[in-house]
């Protein structure tokens, strides 16, 4: 079982809200990716840290923040909260970026 | 950016069957294919992955195989079992950065 582990498990927001999900990386990993999983779809790309550096972003507005802190561990920090953005947050962590372990996850849930 | 397309969406099979799961990528720059089991409540699993510079990979009962003039690469599963029943997703990714995955396929196998 993978060493990647996310809190709060779940989550209930109100609309315009802001909300922080945290992440543990497996040991020895360096990068860690944010992804969003709609009910039914894949996983979606949000951004990745490497290093404690943004690595790259996908199709996600600025309201959607985050951070990694030097033990690798991260933030994923979300402003404004709409319902669309109802979902399971899933980081996953690398040591290369090539194979991503996955956390358990955050089920957000706006209302 | 990548696009990532997965068929069947569902697939049902008889235990001890085998099942074949295909997914097509647009980005000719992709050159890793990470598939994922993802249960029900679970966290997504890697469970078998290919890079570029390699057209076949097995593990026991599960098998990848790559087509890069093609753009397409498929999971091959042998003698299912129950076990094996959950969502699965492909992925296509550029030097181990952003995962696009695929929209999933549901798999069955029924006793």
């Known amino acids: 079982e993978t060493g990647v582990t996310q809190s709060p498990t779940h989550l209930i927001k109100t609309r315009g809200q802001q909300v922080t999900l945290r992440c543990s990386s497996q040991?020895?990993?360096?990068?860690v990716s944010w992804y969003q999983q709609a009910l039914g779809q894949g996983p979606q790309f949000i951004f990745q840290?490497?290093?404690?550096?943004?690595?790259g972003r996908g199709n996600f507005p600025p309201r959607f923040s985050g951070l990694q802190f030097p033990n690798y561990s991260s933030e994923l920090n979300v402003n404004a909260l709409e319902l669309d953005d109802s979902a399971l947050y899933l980081c996953?962590?690398?040591?290369?970026?090539?194979?991503?372990?996955f956390g358990p996850g955050t089920r957000l849930t706006v209302t | 950016g990548e696009n990532v397309e997965q068929h069947p969406s569902t697939l049902s099979v008889q235990e001890g069957d085998s099942a074949v799961i295909k997914c097509t990528y647009s980005?000719?720059?992709?050159?890793?294919f990470p598939w994922y089991k993802q249960e029900l409540g679970k966290r997504p699993q890697l469970i078998i992955d290919?890079?570029?510079?390699?057209g076949e990979k097995k593990d026991q009962r599960i098998a990848v195989t790559l087509n890069k003039t093609a753009k397409h690469f498929s999971l091959h599963i042998t003698e299912t079992q129950p076990e094996d029943s959950a969502v699965y997703f492909c992925?296509?990714?550029?030097?181990?950065?952003?995962?696009?995955f695929g929209k999933g396929t549901s798999l069955l196998v029924t006793p």
């Open positions: 996953a962590s690398s040591m290369t970026g090539y194979e991503q372990y």
């Open positions: 040991s020895g990993h360096n990068t």
């Open positions: 840290y490497y290093r404690e550096e943004e690595n």
């Open positions: 980005d000719s720059a992709s050159n890793y």
């Open positions: 290919i890079r570029s510079n390699v």
């Open positions: 992925a296509a990714s550029t030097a181990g950065y952003a995962l696009n």
